[in-house]
């Protein structure tokens, strides 16, 4: 009966969220900000899940996340970039002939294709990265914990300088960016508007990454965090279930860059430099190691403070007459760590811990807090 | 046949040789115990059963089969398992995700569920504390857990090594019997102890090893009753 009830809570809230999109979506005019900030926390939130199936369900220390999502960002754009536009992108030195004549090719296609393409162009991005992870991950995955992360992150470097070097200006634009990229589609002809979308497909990738998390391989991946020898000792394969995390992750992490590159309608290799890591890290850490719904809330509330409600402290600030000193552009960066450092020393394991949210929870919660008051009653 | 034969096993960490050419059977529904002192080669002994660590010379036997080489999820499948030293239950995860894990590649859940079942006969503690994480168990607890896991694989040879490391003298008592209704269960028992006195009274027969070789082998009443080994293993003195 409690699981039917907590069936049944979540089906509303998930309802009421989706309304609450529609109605977004129908006064998009005044919205712009809320609905913008809301898209990068989606896109933000699936590469945090991502991100911790491998650092904190697997106990893999990597750094690597920028440079996966660097690769199905690209291919995204590359991939969708329409062929009137190609010029007009690649002015400086013009188009690899073979993926002009693929593009020529594909917008030839029937309509019904042109309107999965998008999602298309999203999976074959994520696609190539787990083909580039499986390769790679062979060498890194035998290392551990510190030297892991700086490998992977040299990995990430490696991809992004190698996006922006001449070599591949016919490519990727080398040191020009991508731009023109199309916005978000449809899905389902229309039935869910442009906007909603990346919300859609970030639920979707991030209820696949939970059901990973909750099957036996799960569980494996966990018993590895755990105690390595003891796992090997239980006749898991330490090799192939590290693997399978790293490409699933790098999978989903592409997939987000792919949207990311659809969010930002023009990417360049800077947007993929280390930062971009250290802010999903951030995320995860501060949402909680272990916790998928600690990575989504974290992702909204360190998206939306860091680039929306802080933003006030960046403006001039007269109180009676008197200018307050320090309210001046990067102010907000200022106060935005000093949140950070509180939030981590209130939440020493982030906010969410390795919980995850729960229904009964809540509800334990308020009748915890009842009886207390019952107990100081009698 | 015996269950288990080891002829002639080397072992090698880099340079220093931990496994001199040691012999010894395990024959079906026995348990067998090595005792020894610190440094003797027993974990090694374990861990090169289970492909752990790569063996430099000779060959282990399992039903006439040869385990050398194979890998250690293979060997887990073929029935052959370790409780590790320390237990090395997995702290963060309940005790039921915990004894899941032991029938990791155990893939049909009507099994599953039977396993499960007859180690909460066996040990009814970790039923009442299946949603507990493991590390949080005494550590009594959590060395039934870490030989429940082991169960949950199906062994026919379950290996233990020193499973008293660590436990009150009256735990150790209940570990020892739970051993008993293992072996009484059917699954034949490779056990490691420092602390031979428990090891010998409860072992069919007894191995002991010194720097890498067998020294010395018996049924376990007469080697517990060996002067020798009273001095040196039991704490008597001349």
């Known amino acids: 009966m409690r699981r039917s009830r907590n069936t049944v809570l979540s089906v509303i809230s998930a309802g009421v969220f989706l309304a609450i999109l529609y109605m977004l979506n129908m006064n998009r005019a005044g919205n712009g900000m809320l609905i ?27 750094l690597g996340q920028a440079g996966f999502m660097s690769i199905g960002a690209y291919t995204t754009a590359i991939l969708l970039i329409p062929v009137q536009s190609l010029d007009g992108v690649y002015y400086m030195n013009g188009i690899n002939p073979g993926i002009r004549a693929l593009k020529v090719f594909l917008s030839a296609l029937p309509p019904w294709f042109q309107s999965v393409y998008p999602f298309m162009a999203l999976i074959v991005g994520a696609l190539f990265a787990a083909v580039i992870a499986s390769i790679v991950g062979v060498a890194v995955l035998r290392l551990k914990s510190d030297y892991l992360a700086i490998a992977t992150l040299g990995l990430s470097e490696i991809i992004r300088a190698l996006f922006s070097s001449p070599q591949l200006d016919g490519i990727t634009n ?36 939970v059901l990973l998390i909750r099957s036996s391989y799960g569980r494996a991946f966990m018993a590895i965090r755990e105690d390595e020898i003891a796992a090997e000792a239980m006749g898991i394969s330490l090799f192939k279930h590290k693997s399978m995390s790293f490409i699933i992750s790098s999978f989903f992490s592409a997939l987000a860059g792919g949207m990311l590159a659809m969010y930002m309608r023009s990417i360049e290799a800077k947007t993929f ?6 802010d999903i890290l951030l995320i995860v850490v501060i949402g909680g190691i272990g916790s998928v719904t600690g990575s989504v809330l974290g992702a909204f509330l360190v998206t939306a403070s860091k680039e929306w409600w802080l933003r006030f402290f960046d403006q001039p600030l007269e109180l009676f007459g008197w200018d307050v000193p320090l309210f001046r552009t990067g102010f907000r960066m200022v106060i935005f760590s000093i949140l950070l450092m509180v939030v981590v020393l209130i939440y020493r394991r982030g906010l969410m811990g390795t919980n995850e949210f729960s229904w009964d929870r809540i509800f334990g919660r308020f009748k915890w807090k009842r009886r207390k008051v019952q107990g100081g009653g009698s | 046949m015996s269950l288990l034969e080891i002829r002639d096993l080397k072992v090698c960490y880099g340079g220093i040789v931990a496994l001199n050419g040691i012999s010894f059977d395990v024959e079906e529904h026995e348990i067998v115990t090595l005792i020894g002192a610190n ?5 090694t002994t374990l861990r090169a059963i289970m492909g752990l660590i790569p063996i430099a010379g000779g060959t282990i036997m399992y039903r006439g089969e040869k385990l050398n080489g194979l890998d250690t999820q293979k060997i887990v499948g073929k029935g052959v398992v370790l409780v590790p030293e320390g237990r090395r239950v997995f702290p963060n995860l309940t005790t039921l995700e915990n004894l899941r894990l032991g029938a990791y590649l155990q893939k049909d859940k009507a099994v ?31 060395q039934m857990l870490a030989v429940g896991r082991a169960l949950m694989a199906d062994p026919k040879l379950i290996m233990m090594d020193e499973p008293s490391l660590g436990l009150a003298p009256l735990v150790v008592k209940e570990i020892f019997s739970i051993i008993r209704k293992v072996n ?9 102890e420092q602390n031979a006195n428990v090891a010998l009274k409860t072992a069919n027969r007894g ?32």
Request: aromatic share 8%; glycine share 12%; proline share 5%.
């Open chain 2, 184 to 192: 009484e269960a059917g699954v034949t028992v490779l056990l490691i």
């Open chain 1, 273 to 278: 430099s280390i930062t971009l890591t250290y």
């Open chain 1, 36 to 62: 913008s900030i809301m898209q990068k926390s989606a896109i933000f939130a699936l590469v945090a899940v991502s991100m911790n199936l491998l650092n904190g369900f697997t106990g893999l220390f990597s």
């Open chain 1, 174 to 209: 080398g040191s020009y960016g991508l731009n023109k990229i199309p916005a978000f589609p449809k899905m389902f002809g229309g039935l869910v508007p442009p906007i909603i979308t990346p919300f859609i497909v970030s639920a979707v990738c991030i209820t696949l990454i």
């Open chain 2, 207 to 238: 191995y002991v090893l010194e720097t890498g070789t067998v020294s010395m082998t018996g049924p376990g009443r007469a080697l517990l009753e060996d002067e020798q080994i009273r001095v040196a293993y039991l704490g008597k003195t001349r």
């Open chain 2, 39 to 43: 440094g003797a080669g027993k974990s």
């Open chain 2, 112 to 142: 599953i569920e039977a396993n499960l079942e007859r180690v909460y006969g066996l040990f009814p503690r970790l039923k009442e504390r299946h949603w507990q994480h493991a590390g949080t168990l005494s550590g009594g607890e959590q």
